[in-house]
C-alpha cells in the first residue's frame, strides 16, 4: 500500500516546480514511510509521485515504475495489492512480457501496456492507480471496483491533478481549502458519509468505485467500468451456501500474500472469525506457525457496558472462546479515555475530512498498536451490507421508508443549527436518497421486497460502506498499516447483489447464509450469535471530555462554528443525553459522538484553514 499523486499542466513546466512537488508527496509519507520517488516528464509538463509502503518484493518495485513499448514510456504510480497476480503474470508473459520484479506493481503496468483501458477487466484486489504515456501525453487512473482505495483529483484550465488524499491536493496553490453550501450541507445533513465522488473542498472530486478516467490534451474522460448489475440466481440452496463458503475462503487465501508480517483482525463475530479460521488454517497448512490476531477495548468498558438493540453483547467472551478455538496468539489492545480523545484530531489529520467521531480515533489508536509488529492486517468490513446484516434489513417498518435508514431522521441535526443556516438539509439529504435509487438495477420479475433489498444494497454499497471503508483506510494507513477487506472482493460483491433474500436472510437469520455456510467450521456459539457492532466506550469520562469540548467551542466567540451552531441545542443534548430517539449516524454515533463530531468540525475548519462560502 502506498500514497500517490500527480500534476499535469500543459502550460507550465513543472521542473521548477519542485518545492510544491516535493511538498505533496511528503505528505502522504505516513501512506508510504519506507520509500519516495518522483517522475517528471521529459518535456517538464508532467509529474507522478509516490510514497511506498514495502508490502510484496520490498527489495524492488520502487515508484514510479517506467517500462518503454516502442515509441510510448509508459509510468505508473499504484496504490494497492492485487490478488490474481499468477494468473496475469501468466497470461501477460504468454504475450511477450517479461518480468524484472516480483511485485504486482510491474503486473499492473504490464496489463495496461498490453490491454490499454480494459485492463481494469481483468484485476481483482484493491487498487488506486495512475499511469501516464509520455508519447501522447496522456494519463489514465482507475479505481477499484469497491472503492477500497482512495483517489481525488482536481481539474483546472489546462491542468490535472490527482492524490491518495485531499492533503496533497491542498498542498498545490491551484486546490483552495473552500466549502460552498452544497460542502455544509453534506457535512451537517449527510456526515459523517458524503455524495460519492464529493469531496467537500470546492471543486475537490473522487473517482467512484469501479470508475476510471482518461485526461489528455481533449479533456477528462470518466466511465463507470463497473456497476452493480441484476441478473438471475439460479444456484440452490446448496449450491448458493457452498458458493459463498468457496467465494470467501478463496478471497481470504488470495489476501494472505505478503513478504511481511501479517496478522488478523479478531471481534469474536461472524465476520472475522470467518477470516480468522481460515487464516489460521492457511497458516498450519503452510508452516507459518499461529497466527496472530488482534482485538479491541476500552478502560473499564465491562463495568460501564450497557446492552441494546444495536449492540446486545460485549465481545471479549467470544474473543477468548474464537482465539482458543483456532489456536492464535492473541493480542487485546485496551484504549485509554483521555487518549481516545486526543486522537479526535488526529483522526481528522488522518481523513483531512470530517470522521466519525470516536469510531474513527479508536480505530487509529488500535492500528497504531497493530502497526508495532506488524505491516498487514485483514479485516472483516462489509459483510453487514451485502448479506443483510444491520437491523434495518430486518424492521419492516424501516426498511420501506424512503431516507437513508441508518440516518432516518435528521431532527437532531437540526437542532443544533441556527435558525435559518442551511434552510434546505432535509430537502437536500432526501434528494441523495433518491439519486442514489434512482441508478438501481433490478430484473422484471423482482417481487417489492425483491426490488426493495436490491435498493437498499445500493444505498449501503454508495454510503455506508464508503463510510467505512474510508475510515479503515485513513485510520490504518495514517500508520504505515494495510488492511485488506476479503469480503470486498468484487465476485462476492456480484453475487450478493443478485441472491435473493430468503437465501441471504437463511432461516429468517440476519447473514443467514453466511451462518449456514460456516455452521460446523466454526464453534455454533459465534455462528450463531447475534450481530454486535463495533465497540465504543461507555465509560462516562468520555462522556465528560466531549462535552467540555463542545462546551469549549460554544464559549469560543472567535470559532467559525459561532454562526453556525445553535447554543441552546447543543446544550440541550449535552444536558439531556439520553433523549435522543434516533442516532445521528448508523448505530454508533449518539450523543458523545455527535459532540465529538463538533469539537472536531470546528478544529477541521481552523486546521485547514476552510473558507467557508454558504
Not at 481483482?124 to 482505495?149: P, Q
Not at 444536558?575 to 455527535?594: A, K
Request: glycine share 6%; charged share 25%; proline share 5%.
Amino acid at each position: 500500500m502506498c500514497g500517490i499523486a500527480g500534476w499535469i499542466d500543459k502550460y507550465e513546466d513543472l521542473s521548477v516546480k519542485s518545492i510544491i512537488i516535493n511538498e505533496m508527496t511528503d505528505s502522504l509519507e505516513r501512506r508510504g514511510p519506507d520509500d519516495r520517488g518522483v517522475y517528471l516528464s521529459e518535456d517538464g509538463h508532467a509529474s507522478l509521485m509516490h510514497r511506498r509502503l514495502a508490502v510484496i518484493d520490498p527489495n524492488n518495485g520502487q515508484q514510479p515504475m517506467s517500462r518503454t513499448q516502442g515509441e510510448h514510456k509508459y509510468t505508473i504510480v499504484y496504490n494497492g495489492e492485487l490478488y490474481n497476480v499468477p494468473e496475469l503474470k501468466a497470461e501477460l508473459e504468454t504475450l511477450g512480457c517479461r518480468f524484472e520484479t516480483d511485485c504486482d506493481t510491474e503486473v499492473l503496468l504490464y496489463s495496461y501496456i498490453c490491454f490499454g483501458e480494459d485492463c481494469v477487466d481483468k484485476l481483482n484486489g484493491i487498487y488506486a492507480f495512475a499511469v501516464y504515456d509520455e508519447f501522447d501525453h496522456s494519463l489514465f487512473a482507475a479505481r477499484d471496483r469497491v472503492g477500497v482505495k482512495p483517489f481525488f483529483f482536481f481539474e483546472y484550465d489546462g491542468g490535472f491533478l490527482f492524490a491518495s488524499e485531499i492533503k496533497s491536493l491542498l498542498k498545490n496553490p491551484h486546490v483552495k481549502p473552500v466549502v460552498d453550501e452544497q460542502g455544509l450541507y453534506d457535512i451537517l445533513f449527510l456526515g459523517p458519509a458524503r455524495t460519492p465522488g464529493f469531496g467537500i473542498f470546492k471543486e475537490v472530486r473522487e473517482l467512484l468505485p469501479g470508475e476510471c478516467l482518461s485526461y489528455s490534451d481533449k479533456g477528462l474522460r470518466r466511465k463507470l467500468y463497473f456497476k452493480l448489475a441484476a441478473s438471475p440466481h439460479i444456484d440452490s440452496r446448496e449450491e448458493t451456501i457452498n458458493k459463498c463458503r468457496s467465494l470467501l475462503t478463496d478471497s481470504i487465501t488470495r489476501q494472505l500474500v505478503s513478504d511481511v508480517p501479517l496478522c488478523c483482525f479478531l471481534s469474536g463475530g461472524l465476520d472475522s472469525s470467518i477470516i480468522c479460521k481460515t487464516a489460521a488454517d492457511c497458516f498450519k497448512a503452510d508452516g507459518r506457525g499461529r497466527l496472530n490476531t488482534y482485538s479491541v477495548d476500552y478502560e473499564d468498558n465491562s463495568r460501564y457496558f450497557e446492552k441494546s438493540l444495536f449492540q446486545p453483547n460485549s465481545d471479549s467472551d467470544y474473543i477468548g472462546l474464537m482465539s482458543d478455538y483456532i489456536g492464535s496468539c492473541h493480542h487485546s489492545v485496551v484504549l485509554n479515555n483521555d487518549e481516545l480523545y486526543q486522537a479526535l484530531f488526529d483522526s481528522v489529520n488522518s481523513r483531512d475530512l470530517l470522521p466519525m467521531a470516536d469510531v474513527d480515533s479508536s480505530l487509529l489508536l488500535f492500528c497504531r498498536s497493530v502497526k508495532q509488529d506488524f505491516t498487514v492486517a485483514l479485516s472483516g468490513e462489509c459483510a453487514d451490507e451485502l448479506f443483510g446484516g444491520y437491523p434495518w434489513y430486518h424492521n419492516r417498518d424501516i426498511l420501506f421508508e424512503q431516507c437513508f435508514p441508518w440516518s432516518r431522521s435528521t431532527d437532531i441535526r437540526r437542532s443544533i443549527l441556527k435558525k435559518g443556516v442551511l434552510p434546505r438539509g432535509e430537502e437536500y439529504s432526501h434528494q441523495r436518497y433518491l439519486d442514489t435509487i434512482s441508478r438501481t438495477d433490478a430484473l422484471t420479475t423482482d417481487t417489492p421486497l425483491e426490488k426493495r433489498m436490491r435498493e437498499m444494497f445500493m444505498l449501503n454499497y454508495y454510503w455506508f460502506m464508503q463510510c467505512l471503508l474510508e475510515r479503515k483506510d485513513r485510520a490504518s494507513m495514517y500508520s504505515g498499516l494495510e488492511v485488506r477487506v476479503p469480503f470486498c472482493d468484487h465476485r462476492i460483491v456480484e453475487y450478493a447483489y443478485n441472491m435473493p433474500w430468503k437465501l441471504k436472510a437463511l432461516d429468517g437469520r440476519e447473514k443467514g447464509i453466511l451462518r449456514t455456510a460456516f455452521d460446523g467450521i466454526l464453534p455454533d456459539d459465534i455462528v450463531w450469535r447475534k450481530k454486535s457492532p463495533y465497540p465504543k466506550t461507555f465509560n462516562p469520562r468520555y462522556m465528560e471530555l466531549v462535552s467540555s469540548g463542545a462546551k469549549a467551542v460554544l464559549s469560543d466567540k472567535k470559532s467559525p462554528l459561532a454562526a453556525i451552531l445553535d447554543k441552546e441545542g447543543v446544550e440541550s443534548i449535552i444536558e439531556h443525553p439520553n433523549d435522543i430517539s434516533s442516532p445521528w449516524y448508523g448505530q454508533l454515533m449518539r450523543t458523545p459522538q455527535i459532540l465529538a463530531y463538533i469539537v472536531q468540525l470546528d478544529y477541521w475548519i481552523k486546521e485547514y484553514n476552510v473558507e467557508l462560502n454558504y
